[in-house]
């Protein structure tokens, strides 16, 4: 059966998004479940139900297509609304609404293997682990750091270096259970256990960072 979503992509005309994201939903099923250099873009496609044209017609290439697989996990759990300063919300609720969604995000299966398989492969693979630190990590901190600013700016909190607290804040919300679940000697925190750590490091932060 001919795969017709090439004919969007034409001058001025939309990729197919239903395609688009089928093929991430895939790649971010199978660099998961295999590897990075055991996922091919043949598999992509055949999981996603595609052309592999397909597949290059939305990621050029396997790398960028991990790039945005992992973007896209982050922001699942993280989306860009959770950095916004709403100038009608507590400050205090913004951090919980972040604390939430990162706690969520480090926590859960998909990212703990992910981060697995980055500590096996990276040495190995140094542009790959610097690929993966750009799409996740380093996204989230300079988006946070950007948020801190503007906080600081509103006198809300009193923040001379977003980066130092961007650091403290996420360090704080990993805590011991992040590290007991990645080398698995720790179930999974109930929803409560999560909420409570989550306001107890809001808490602390406030109190360090208030005028």
């Known amino acids: 059966m001919p795969d017709n979503s090439l004919a969007s992509t034409g001058p001025g005309r939309p990729k197919d998004l239903a395609k688009r994201q089928a093929i991430l939903d895939a790649a971010k099923n199978l660099f998961l479940r295999n590897g990075y250099a055991s996922t091919s873009m043949d598999a992509v496609a055949t999981e996603a139900g595609v052309s592999k044209l397909t597949v290059y017609s939305h990621f050029t290439d396997k790398e960028t297509l991990f790039s945005a697989a992992v973007v896209a996990r982050c922001e699942e759990q993280l989306p860009d609304l959770f950095f916004e300063v709403a100038h009608d919300t507590p400050v205090e609720v913004v951090l919980n609404n972040i604390g939430r969604g990162f706690y969520a995000l480090i926590n859960s299966p998909e990212s703990l293997e992910l981060h697995r398989l ?84 809001v808490s602390f932060f406030m109190r360090a960072y208030r005028p």
């Open 118 to 201: 980055m500590v096996a492969q990276g040495a190995q693979e140094p542009k790959l682990a610097q690929i993966f630190f750009e799409a996740g990590p380093q996204r989230i901190q300079q988006e946070m750091e950007r948020f801190l600013s503007e906080i600081d700016k509103s006198g809300c909190l009193r923040i001379e270096s977003p980066r130092i607290a961007t650091e403290h804040f996420l360090s704080l919300l990993k805590g011991v259970c992040n590290f007991q679940l990645l080398i698995g000697c720790a179930e999974q925190p109930s929803e409560q256990e999560a909420q409570e750590h989550v306001q107890e490091v």
